[in-house]
């Protein structure tokens, strides 16, 4: 089989629960590995450059951006980020699985950049959860419960685009959705043409 990893684009709305299911997944799946992002922001207590993000100023940024080197980019409150593809490419290039975390729309600037990559959004199975795990947290006024409600609503209408959705009424069932969809990609005639090409030609 094939040893180059797989990119796996993960979104989904606020209360969906999406970091809940990764963690979970890279638990029970030693080879995932998390993409690193690049950002203009400055270094938060405790964070480390390569480990947390990677941390450039605007102008090195720009520069990256400009070269192509980023799979996709934005700017949040004055900031920069962006998916840097000399990371993910080296990740994947190593035969590890890299799961992006991402909204909507630098999903779907990925997959333009990278068609290959296997998009899963993770879903609520009630649209009633999304307001209620936002008051869950507590840390939002009403006002951004509201607003990040119809926010969530506007991603929903964005999964059509992806290759699988993932329901998320358990967060360990979650996992194991995500896990089955890695090893029935890895599992694709298309992802192993080397490996039938070898045995063709009596390789190993």
Do not use: W
């Not at 080879?31 to 938060?44: G, I």
């Not at 207590?45 to 996709?72: I, P, S």
């Not at 290039?93 to 997959?111: F, M, R, S, W």
């Amino acid at each position: 089989m094939e040893k180059k990893g797989l990119l796996i684009v993960v979104s989904g709305p606020s209360g969906a629960g999406k970091g809940t299911v990764l963690a979970h997944t890279a638990s029970k799946y030693p080879n995932l590995k998390y993409s690193v992002s690049v950002t203009t922001r400055a270094p938060r207590d405790k964070e480390v450059d390569g480990v947390n993000y990677f941390f450039k100023t605007e102008e090195e940024f720009q520069a990256m951006k400009k070269d192509g080197e980023f799979l996709e980019c934005k700017s949040v409150y004055g900031k920069s980020y962006g998916t840097p593809r000399f990371y993910v490419e080296k990740q994947l290039g190593e035969g590890y699985d890299v799961v992006l975390e991402i909204d909507t729309e630098g999903a779907l600037e990925v997959k333009n950049v990278y068609p290959d990559c296997v998009m899963v959004f993770i879903s609520p199975a009630k649209r009633s959860t999304i307001e209620e795990r936002l008051r869950n947290r507590s840390t939002e006024s009403e006002e951004q419960i509201k607003l990040r409600t119809q926010s969530a609503l506007k991603e929903l209408k964005q999964a059509v685009f992806y290759d699988y959705i993932v329901v998320n009424e358990d967060a360990q069932q979650g996992a194991d959705d995500i896990i089955s969809i890695i090893q029935a990609e890895k599992c694709k005639v298309k992802n192993n043409k080397k490996f039938i090409d070898d045995l063709i030609l009596g390789g190993k």
